[in-house]
Structures are given as C-alpha cells and as structure tokens.
Nanobody, 116 residues
Framework: QVQVLESGGGLVQTGGSLRLSCAIS????????TGWFRQAPGKDRESVAV????????YYAASVKGRFTMSRDDAKNTVYLQMNSLKPEDTAVYYC?????????WGQGTQVTVTS
C-alpha cells in the first residue's frame, strides 16, 4: 500500500521560511518522479517543483525559482521543499506527488499560510 505523507506546513510572515517534508512508502522510490504542487482557494492545482525519476533534473515554476529548493533523499524515501522569502501569494495547500508510467499518487496536503 502506497502512502504519501506531507508535513511541515504552517503560518509564517512575509519573508519567512518553511520546510515541507514528504515521506513516501510502498513503492520503489527511485523509479518515480516526485513533485510538489499547490492549490490556492479558487484556483487550479499547479506544479511548484518536480524532480525526475533519475533525480538529476529539477523543474521549478517561474513564480518560485530562486526562492524554493526541492530535494530528495532516496535512502529515506523522503522529498523536501525548502521555501524561503515567502510571499502572501504562496499561500495554498501544498501536495506531494509521486508519479511513474501508469501510477500517480498524492498526499493529503499541508496548509501553508503567509501573512503580510
């Protein structure tokens, strides 16, 4: 049974930092692309950062490039999202995703709220 469990969300002021973690179990971690997505109220879910299955390439959305850093630890089956210089527009529910050909798994999400 695959489990995707996010943690680390919370309330932070503009300019602050948060680190999200996502523990993934029940799959061959290194065979999956992993990513962080977010959904703000009234908006579609959007991609924030994605690491390919080989772990050698990372995509960042233009809105977070230079402020967010995604990493993954294959030994711990865990991915992270370090978020710095947070802005109110980063407020959203953040979801962790693991995807391979034919399989797509999501966590339950963790709320990030940035106050001005």
């Amino acid at each position: 049974q695959v489990q995707v469990l996010e943690s680390g969300g919370g309330l932070v002021q503009t300019g602050g930092s948060l680190r999200l973690s996502c523990a993934i179990s029940g799959l061959t971690f290194s065979s999956y692309a992993t990513g962080w997505f977010r959904q703000a109220p009234g908006k579609d879910r959007e991609s924030v950062a994605v690491i390919n299955w080989g772990g050698d390439s990372t995509y960042y959305a233009a809105s977070v490039k230079g402020r967010f850093t995604m990493s993954r630890d294959d030994a711990k089956n865990t991915v992270y999202l370090q978020m710095n210089s947070l802005k109110p527009e980063d407020t959203a529910v953040y979801y962790c995703n693991a995807r391979s050909r034919g399989n797509n798994y999501w966590g339950q999400g963790t709320q990030v709220t940035v106050t001005s």
